[in-house]
């Protein structure tokens, strides 16, 4: 039997180590000269820069479980997410978040905040009363959530007007989740963020980046991986998978593994039945402009690693943070390192900006927020992401989970596999959907 996999991301490198663990023959084609997709991360001069993906937590059982059998479980450590927030021009410290008993115990430290409104708490409580009840029912170690398929067609918005009101839009709910997707709250479907709230479990860092994980796996999986070779088309005919098309010509396969985004599983295979090209063609992505400053000193106080600011403020980027908190392995001692992601419309804009000009728009957004200068950048990094994280746009989540159910072997031989392919969209999806697809294919061999 011969397979092939088709992207060298999370999801993709997935499904090779668990494929050559049973011994399958299996190829994959990455179009990058590096693996590891959104989730990539690198050294330079002493920091290490995590080009996409940030976090993992308690309930990410396939992450852990990978870091075991990569030999990376000493690398593992809960980080307790101190955040902050910016109001008219000052810097106020919030409670602790990563852990949600302890959060919970938190809240009167949490009542003395005045970094917001004061008609934001009376919201929040209505709000976060309404998103708690339904998380009560949601099985986290699934992802993949029943109970919240009433909600697939709303949006964060609608979710946080009805039961919330407009102060919890701007100053809450509007900054989370561009700091979660890099998208505006009314493009993320509600129990995409009722999901990611299984993340307050438990916040999990690996000290080298959580790109170390999938450069483990790469590592492992290296001689069935040809980089630099993208895949121009899937071959489908009479409702089977033949093959694939690249650049040095057809390659036979018995089973195709997609493991590229949605959009490009479209473009690789146009004329897919109706059961699986309508589900993907509602799956949308964010756009973000990744510019990543080396800094001689700290921007944040110490101890603290982000600070959101309100939609109202207009900055393009919907958080600051120091990722020189999250380990002492990621920056130098004293020096620090800020990931600053832009989002929404203005993402799309900066798209086609040169890096110069980028960091420079970037440098002076800080200022707004922030004492920065110039002189203060030791080194900067830009990385351009079209299609940032899946949004789990209204109306994804039930459409998905219909061709999950009814539609997912429609064509014999291929399978999907990406974060989309779960509620909540980060690695431990792209992972599990990567064994999933890998397990497809062996449960084919009986």
Request: charged fraction near 25%.
């Amino acid at each position: 039997m011969n397979v092939v996999v088709i992207g060298a991301g999370a999801a993709g490198l997935a499904a090779t180590y668990a494929l050559r663990k049973a011994g399958v023959d299996v190829t994959t084609f990455e179009s990058r000269n590096e693996a590891g997709g959104r989730a990539y991360c690198y050294e330079k001069n002493g920091f290490i820069f995590d080009t996409g993906a940030q976090f993992m937590a308690k309930v990410c059982t396939t992450q852990l479980r990978l870091c075991r059998e990569m030999g990376m479980e000493d690398q593992v450590f809960s980080f307790g997410l101190k955040t902050s927030h910016w109001r008219d021009g000052k810097i106020y410290t919030m409670p602790t978040a990563g852990d949600l008993r302890k959060f919970l115990k938190e809240l009167p430290e949490l009542f003395q905040f005045r970094g917001m409104p004061l008609r934001v708490y009376p919201q929040m409580a209505r709000l976060g009363f309404q998103m708690f009840k339904r998380y009560m029912n949601v099985d986290v170690s699934t992802m993949n959530p029943e109970c919240l398929l009433d909600l697939g067609d709303m949006s964060v918005a609608d979710f946080t007007l009805q039961y919330g009101g407009k102060e919890a839009l701007d100053w809450v709910m509007a900054p989370m989740v561009g700091g979660l997707t890099l998208g505006e709250p009314e493009e993320v479907s509600i129990p995409h963020i009722i999901g990611l709230m299984g993340l307050y479990e438990g916040l999990l860092l690996l000290r080298r980046g959580i790109g170390s994980l999938p450069a483990a796996l790469y590592e492992h999986c290296k001689a069935s991986i040809k980089l630099k070779t993208p895949v121009k088309k899937v071959v489908i005919e009479n409702g089977a998978v033949r093959g694939v098309e690249t650049a040095e010509g057809f390659v036979a396969a018995d089973h195709v593994i997609c493991a590229t985004t949605a959009s490009k599983a479209l473009g690789l295979m146009p004329d897919l039945p109706d059961g699986i090209r309508k589900p993907l063609e509602t799956v949308k992505y964010s756009t973000t402009v990744h510019v990543m400053l080396a800094l001689k000193k700290r921007m944040l106080p110490k101890g603290v690693y982000i600070m959101t600011m309100p939609r109202s403020a207009g900055s393009f980027m919907p958080a600051l943070n120091d990722c020189s908190e999250k380990s002492p392995c990621v920056a130098p001692p004293g020096t620090g390192l800020s990931h600053c992601c832009t989002y929404g419309r203005r993402a799309r804009e900066m798209q086609t900006l040169p890096d110069g000009k980028i960091v420079d728009m970037t440098i002076e957004e800080l200022g707004r927020f922030v004492p920065i200068r110039s002189e203060d950048v030791l080194m900067t990094e830009v990385v351009r992401w079209d299609e940032a994280i899946c949004l789990e746009a209204p109306g994804e989540f039930p459409a998905m989970y219909c061709l999950k159910r009814n539609h997912l072997r429609d064509v014999k031989g291929l399978h999907l596999a990406g974060e989309y392919m779960y509620l909540i969209s980060c690695v431990e999806g792209a992972l599990r959907s990567g064994e999933d697809a890998a397990a497809a294919v062996l449960a084919s061999r009986q």
